[in-house]
C-alpha cells in the first residue's frame, strides 16, 4: 500500500511543504534535505502522482479504520472488504488500527493527537465509550461507526448498524413456534471496555423468552481456541440436556454442531442449534442463523464517510439494517419424547 506525503513528512523530520517542494521546486531545498526526502520517499513506495489531489485539496486521502477483533474473522475481514471496495475507487487508502488489549486501546488514544493525517475514522464493532468519542472529535474528522453502540447518544457523525432486537427476537420466536422450551444460549464473556457489545442482541432473545414463561440457560465461555470444548462441558454437565441452543454468533454454532455429533447428540434431531450472521459454510453445513451483510453495511458507511469527508449531510445519517431468519437443516420440532 502507497503511504501518503505525511508518512513521508514524518519519517524525514520535515514539513509536507517540503517533501513537495523537493519534487516540484527542488532549487528551494537543500541538496541534503531533498536527498533524504527522495531516499524516504522511495522507501515508502510515496507516489507524488498519487499525492497530487492531496496536495491540492489538504486531504491526506486516507481513513483510519478502528476494530478490536482479530482481521482474520469473518465479520472483520467482510468489513474490510465492503470499504475497500468503495474507499479504493476512490483513491482512498485504510490504515487499520486493531486493538487488541487495554494497553493499546490506551495507547492509541493518547497518540491521537499526532495521528491527524486521516480525512475520517470508522470504528467497527467497537464498544467506544464517551470520552473516547470526545478525543476522537478532538482530531476534527468525521466519526462513522459499522455496528457500534448507542452512535448518536455517543457522538458519532454517522453509523451503519444491524438490527439486533430483530434478529434475536426472530431467532427466539423461530425456536418457541418449534415447541422449545428447554433453551440454552452460548455466548462469550468478553470484555465489554474492549470489544463491541452484544448484549443488546442477548437481551432481546431473553426478553421474548421471558414473556413465554421460558428462562434460557446461559452458557459463558470465554475468548480462545478452548471456548467450544467449554460449551460442550458445560452442556453435558447439566441435569438435562436442552432441546434447543442459540448461539452468539455463528462462529459458534458451527464447531459446536460438530463437537456435538462427535459425542453422539444428533443436530437437530437431538438438539436443534441457531447461529448469527450467516457467516462462512453456513449454507454447507445447514444453519438456521439470522442473516446480516457486513459487507453491504461497509460500502454503505464507505459511501457516508466520503459525503462527510465533501463536506455534505447524509439524508440518513444512522442506518439500520434489517436482519433476517435463515431456516435450514439444524433447527426441527422438539421431540415429543424431549
Request: overall charge negative; proline content about 4%; glycine content about 6%.
Amino acid at each position: 500500500m502507497s503511504s501518503s506525503i505525511q508518512d513521508v513528512a514524518q519519517a524525514a523530520g520535515v514539513s509536507i511543504s517540503t517533501v513537495s517542494r523537493s519534487f516540484t521546486r527542488p532549487d528551494l531545498v537543500s541538496a541534503r534535505t531533498r536527498e533524504r526526502v527522495l531516499s524516504i520517499a522511495d522507501e515508502l513506495h510515496f507516489s507524488l502522482s498519487r499525492s497530487a489531489a492531496a496536495l491540492k485539496s489538504g486531504r491526506s486521502l486516507r481513513v483510519a479504520l478502528l476494530m478490536s477483533d482479530h482481521i482474520r474473522l469473518w465479520f472483520s475481514a467482510s468489513v474490510i472488504e465492503g470499504l475497500n471496495q468503495v474507499l479504493h475507487a476512490n483513491s482512498y487508502d485504510i490504515s487499520i488500527f486493531q486493538i487488541s488489549s487495554i494497553e493499546e486501546r490506551k495507547e492509541f488514544f493518547e497518540m491521537l493527537p499526532v495521528r491527524r493525517n486521516a480525512d475520517a475514522v470508522i470504528v467497527a464493532s467497537f464498544d467506544i465509550d464517551n470520552n473516547e468519542i470526545t478525543q476522537l472529535s478532538s482530531v476534527g474528522v468525521p466519526i462513522v461507526g459499522i455496528n457500534s453502540v448507542l452512535p448518536q447518544e455517543r457522538g458519532f457523525t454517522a453509523a451503519v448498524n444491524i438490527d439486533d432486537v430483530q434478529g434475536s427476537t426472530l431467532a427466539a420466536r423461530h425456536l418457541i413456534a418449534l415447541g422449545h422450551r428447554n433453551i440454552a444460549y452460548v455466548r462469550t464473556n468478553r470484555d465489554v471496555s474492549l470489544h463491541f457489545s452484544v448484549q443488546q442482541r442477548f437481551d432481546s432473545f431473553m426478553e421474548v423468552c421471558a414473556k413465554e414463561g421460558i428462562t434460557p440457560r446461559v452458557i459463558d465461555v470465554h475468548e480462545g481456541e478452548h471456548r467450544i470444548a467449554s460449551a460442550v462441558t458445560q452442556l453435558m454437565s447439566m441435569e438435562s440436556m436442552p432441546t434447543a441452543i442459540a448461539c452468539q454468533e455463528d462462529g459458534i454454532a458451527l464447531p459446536l454442531m460438530f463437537q456435538l455429533e462427535r459425542n453422539g447428540f444428533s443436530v437437530p434431531g437431538d438438539v436443534s442449534i441457531i447461529g448469527y450472521d450467516d457467516s462462512f459454510y453456513t449454507d454447507d453445513i445447514g444453519l438456521t442463523t439470522i442473516r446480516q451483510d457486513p459487507v453491504q453495511m461497509a460500502q454503505e458507511a464507505a459511501r457516508t464517510t466520503l459525503e462527510l469527508i465533501d463536506g455534505g449531510t447524509p439524508d440518513t445519517p444512522f442506518l439500520v439494517f434489517p436482519a433476517q431468519l435463515v431456516v435450514r437443516a439444524s433447527t426441527s420440532r422438539v421431540r415429543a419424547d424431549a
